[in-house]
């Protein structure tokens, strides 16, 4: 195992949260202390109640009934998540203190102070009340990353509507399942979005997704595309009829166009607090194992994690008032002169419908009141430059993505980072989304860490709101006393894992039985003491919350987090990828994730996706799909499949050696760059391929269907 000091990190008396250490009462106590992060209207009178599945009775086939389990934070409590992201920093003087640094695709800017979004948070509250929105209605907002986005999602929580984001890019089938599923009132779209430099009609999406039977009311309008740049605009001139908007489909009657709406509310707005469990959104999982499963999060408890893991992993520079406090888009080229940049600017790279950008790029930065960029466009528009770039023109300190991206930036900069960037403000890098590959935690943290700044591998999901099991720079504050054990102080990263579960929360590695298994054994990761962002329930469907989480351990009181995974000699986790995605030969339980993280080593590969084939003898055999680099293309199909079996023999042992290794152009992979290995077998087994909503490269499917119909 590599340990990789971290010099300029390491603090002896750094925390390591011991989970045996934690009582049920000291976990209650410390996220009450950590509520206090924010700013209730009302006090709670419960800290935490949780009520366990129990047995009801007995099916037919005389196996046991649970009942659904029900967790609440912070009962009696009331609060406004819009007043705490938002206006409590207006009221505390930082009003001029820069929220949102917006870039476009096409390279327009624009920059919204905390006053600036207090103003388009309660313009756009007016605006959702005035068509008839009320506390507890769904929004589902299919929009692109734009700041209209973050404004919608925040006016959604200021009036207490439950707001379900749509990946921009899902198709109108996918749109359709969320808008019927969640039998949301309203729907947000755009007239248009920009990809990869090429104007794409959604309009017409959003239309489809409503043609069926569902409870819209009102389609609202974003004006992104049929309009030149914004900032070509004067600001009076905004609200002008353009000759493109005519060619957008409209519904009269339903259809609103947002400036229209907006243009005459008032900028203020009294926000209301709400009890502590008032829903706050609906988030479908990303749909790698299958139909996308709506969770919903609660006010209080998300709000309370989101804030403390934030600041926890992101190791937040104390507030310097002016650093970015009076900078407009014409100045921005001032922004990385180190000697102004000394607080905290995060950027998490991930859409915004995507959970990780839920807790890191809209709740958790705002409520810490910190500057944050929000990115349109895709990383390699016009090149994958582009990345580099944003980090330098905004002075980024945070760079939080995911593991897919960073091997696609491997690929594209084989002989590293050109030294054309000043990267020099970046303090910290993390990731998230699958396991990281040692390779690309590596790479990322050499070429754009200088290899030296903390790197966090965040675990966690959907259904856990915020982060659970993550490395943390170091920071006393966030030790509280008695919790933890400073013998094991946390000096050291390691590539690849997620080290330890964050304090109040805590994680085993157990086996079918509720077993311990070990180190260094492969086994469940289990959730036995969860977070107040836990989600409380499956939307329309708290059978499947029970089945799909609580049926294996529940009774105990613990969570089924659905992943593999495995401590080391010094108690550290490491994520295996899915249960589902184990590959079982005779016997062995081999890691999709290892396996692929050792092809990805070897120069010729890119990119990799190990799977499980059925095999009569062994149970499963290893089938890979690689993505070769450009150099190894000329290889012959048996050269690259008997030089990668011998790889993966020596790096992992032969029986992990791949039975099969397939160059293919392309993964497929969900929305959020997580390779569908489900699919993968199924095509190779000639099967009928399973939901094929979530994905974002359903052409990927198509290419590989081509290379396995040609193998004969
Ligand atoms: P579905 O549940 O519908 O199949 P999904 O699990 O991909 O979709 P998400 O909630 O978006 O939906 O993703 C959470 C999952 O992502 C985790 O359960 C885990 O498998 C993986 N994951 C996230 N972060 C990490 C990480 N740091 N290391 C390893 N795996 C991770
Ligand atoms: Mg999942």
Redesign the pocket.
């Known amino acids: 195992m590599e340990l990789i000091e971290i010099t300029s990190y390491s603090d002896p008396h750094s925390p390591t949260p011991n989970p045996a250490l934690i009582s049920d009462d000291a976990r209650e106590e410390f996220w009450a202390e950590q509520a206090t992060r924010l700013d209730w209207a009302e006090p709670w009178h419960t800290t935490h109640r949780f009520a366990k599945p129990q047995k009801i009775g007995a099916d037919e086939d005389g196996n046991d009934i649970l009942s659904v389990p029900e967790i609440a934070w912070f009962e009696g409590g009331k609060l406004n998540v819009s007043y705490n992201c938002v206006d409590r920093h207006v009221e505390a003087g930082r009003g001029h203190h820069v929220a949102l640094y917006f870039e476009g695709e096409p390279g327009d800017r624009l920059v919204y102070t905390y006053a600036d979004l207090q103003r388009e948070v309660s313009k756009a509250a007016n605006a959702l009340l005035k068509l008839g929105v009320e506390k507890g209605d769904r929004v589902v907002i299919y929009l692109p990353v734009i700041p209209e986005t973050v404004i919608i999602t925040l006016a959604c929580a200021r009036i207490g509507a439950i707001h379900s984001l749509v990946f921009g890019g899902f198709s109108a089938e996918a749109l359709r399942f969320r808008v019927e599923d969640t039998g949301a009132k309203v729907l947000v779209t755009t007239d248009g979005q920009n990809r990869r430099g090429v104007v794409v009609p959604v309009k017409t999406n959003a239309d489809q997704a409503c043609s069926g039977t569902n409870d819209i009311e009102h389609v609202i309008v974003v004006r992104r595309t049929s309009r030149p740049g914004r900032m070509d605009l004067p600001r009076g001139t905004r609200g002008l009829r353009s000759k493109e908007e005519d060619t957008v489909p409209w519904t009269r009657g339903r259809d609103v166009w947002w400036h229209e709406l907006t243009a005459d509310v008032p900028d203020v707005h009294v926000p209301e607090a709400f009890d502590a469990e008032t829903p706050l959104f609906i988030i479908y999982?990303?749909?790698?194992?299958?139909k996308?499963?709506g969770l919903v999060h609660t006010t209080g408890g998300y709000l309370v994690q989101t804030a403390y893991t934030h600041a926890l992993m992101f190791d937040l520079l104390p507030d310097v008032p002016d650093a970015h406090g009076v900078l407009r888009p014409d100045e921005l080229s001032a922004v990385n002169d180190p000697a102004k940049v000394d607080s905290t600017v995060h950027w998490c790279t991930a859409d915004l419908a995507?959970?990780t950008a839920h807790t890191y790029e809209i709740y958790g930065p705002l409520v810490n009141g910190v500057s944050e960029v929000i990115y349109e466009g895709t990383p390699n528009t016009p090149d994958y430059g582009r990345h580099f770039e944003v980090i330098e023109r905004y002075g980024v300190t945070n760079y939080y993505t995911a593991p897919t991206l960073i091997r696609s930036l491997m690929g594209a900069f084989p002989k590293g980072l050109p030294q054309v960037y000043n990267l020099s403000s970046i303090r910290l890098l993390g990731?998230?989304?699958?396991?990281?590959n040692p390779e690309a935690w590596r790479w990322l943290r050499a070429q754009v860490g200088r290899d030296e700044v903390p790197f966090v591998?965040?675990?966690?999901?959907?259904?856990t709101g915020s982060c659970v099991a993550s490395p943390r720079p170091h920071d006393p504050q966030f030790a509280p006393p008695g919790t933890f054990d400073d013998a094991a102080a946390h000096t050291s990263l390691k590539p690849g894992s997620?080290t330890r579960a964050v304090p109040g929360i805590s994680v085993r590695v157990l086996d079918e039985s509720g077993e311990e298994v070990g180190p260094n054994l492969q086994g469940y990761a289990v959730i036995d003491k969860t977070g107040p962002s836990m989600a409380r329930t499956v939307w329309g469907d708290p059978q499947r919350y029970l089945s799909s989480y609580w049926a294996a351990y529940g009774e105990r009181g613990w969570f089924l987090?659905?992943?593999g995974a495995r401590t080391d000699d010094e108690g550290d986790l490491y994520?295996l990828?899915?249960v589902d995605d184990v590959i079982n030969v005779s016997g062995h339980r081999l890691s999709t994730i290892e396996i692929e993280s050792a092809l990805v080593t070897h120069p010729h590969v890119v990119e990799a996706g190990a799977t499980p084939i059925r095999d009569a003898v062994t149970g499963h055999a290893v089938l890979a799909y690689v993505v070769l680099t450009a150099q190894a293309q000329s290889l012959s199909a048996d050269e690259v499949r008997e030089e990668l079996r011998a790889h993966v023999a020596q790096e992992i042992g032969p029986i992990a050696k791949p039975r099969e290794v397939i160059a293919v152009p392309d993964l497929p992979k969900?929305r959020?760059g997580?390779i569908t290995r489900r699919l993968l077998t199924q095509l190779y087994e000639g099967q009928s391929l399973g939901d094929r909503s979530s994905l974002q490269n359903e052409e990927a499917l198509d290419a590989i269907a081509e290379v396995l119909a040609a193998r004969g």
């Not at 591998?457 to 259904?463: F, I, R, V």
């Open positions: 999982t990303s749909g790698t194992t299958g996308p499963k995507w959970v990731s998230v989304g699958e396991s990281i591998d965040t675990w966690w999901q959907s259904e997620a987090a659905g992943d994520i990828g899915r969900t959020s997580k």
